[in-house]
């Protein structure tokens, strides 16, 4: 049973999804403001955290900051405004895996939930190691390398970087990025993987543009001489 985090200080809307996620088999946990939930978000072991932005006391982007400050990657799934391009773009700056806009409906929230579970470096990758350009990712150590320095990664950023490592330096494009590592195809004007690559990119030790941006097709990895 997969434990999941909601931080939102919504009674109404915690207490449905509370019901619909149980009636789901997750294991639910709640907090109503900030301090509560980066509190248990630090004490506990959960599978994925649901994120409010707007909470009393510390805002979920203050939380996710300090929650990846203290080096916890789980994944957190930020709910925002619908249409604050800002929020969701500050959010994934921040380390958050993905977004969804509110209002949602339920069943795209639970859709969204078993669809990051999915892909999490826990339980989606095959196990075998992949090198390349300097490269080592060892899913079975939850493990990613660059030049002999080991990378504190999100799971998406760590799902990215997988995927475009095993492709030995084949262009793969975005809507694939994005299935590989967020279980979704892109919608319109969706930058969340922009803000990956970014992400990852500023982990480098060195070299940050071996990730080669391929206008109009996506992303390959390239080999330095």
């Known amino acids: 049973m997969s434990k999941l ?7 109404e809307l915690s207490s449905m999804l509370e019901q619909i996620l149980t009636k789901e088999g997750f294991q639910l946990t709640l907090a109503a403001d900030g301090e509560a939930g980066l509190e248990r978000a630090l004490s506990g072991s959960y599978d994925l955290i649901l994120l409010d932005v707007m909470l009393p006391g510390i805002d979920g982007f203050q939380l996710l900051q300090r929650l990846r400050q203290q080096a916890r990657n789980t994944p957190v799934l930020m709910l925002t405004a ?3 391009d800002d929020d969701r773009v500050a959010g994934l700056e921040l380390g958050a895996d ?3 806009p509110k209002p949602f409906y339920p069943k795209e929230l639970v859709a969204r939930v078993k669809a990051l579970l999915r892909r999490t470096p826990h339980t989606s990758v095959r196990p075998e190691k992949s090198e390349y350009a300097g490269f080592v990712i060892d899913p079975s150590q939850n493990e990613a390398r660059c030049d ?3 990378l504190d990664l999100t799971p998406t950023e760590f799902d990215i970087l997988r ?6 330096g084949e262009v793969v494009s975005k ?6 590592a967020l279980g979704r ?5 969706d930058r969340s993987l922009d803000v990956h690559i970014s992400n990852i990119r500023k ?6 543009e071996r990730i080669q941006t391929v206008r109009g097709r996506g992303y390959r990895i390239i080999q330095f001489a």
């Open 175 to 180: 809507d694939a990025l994005s299935v590989a």
């Open 185 to 189: 195809s892109l919608a319109p004007f």
């Open 82 to 84: 619908r249409g604050d």
């Open 98 to 100: 993905d977004y969804l």
């Open 5 to 11: 985090l909601l931080v939102d200080d919504d009674a």
């Open 163 to 168: 995927t475009l490592v095993r492709a030995h």
């Open 148 to 150: 002999d320095t080991q």
């Open 203 to 208: 982990k480098l030790p060195t070299d940050p």
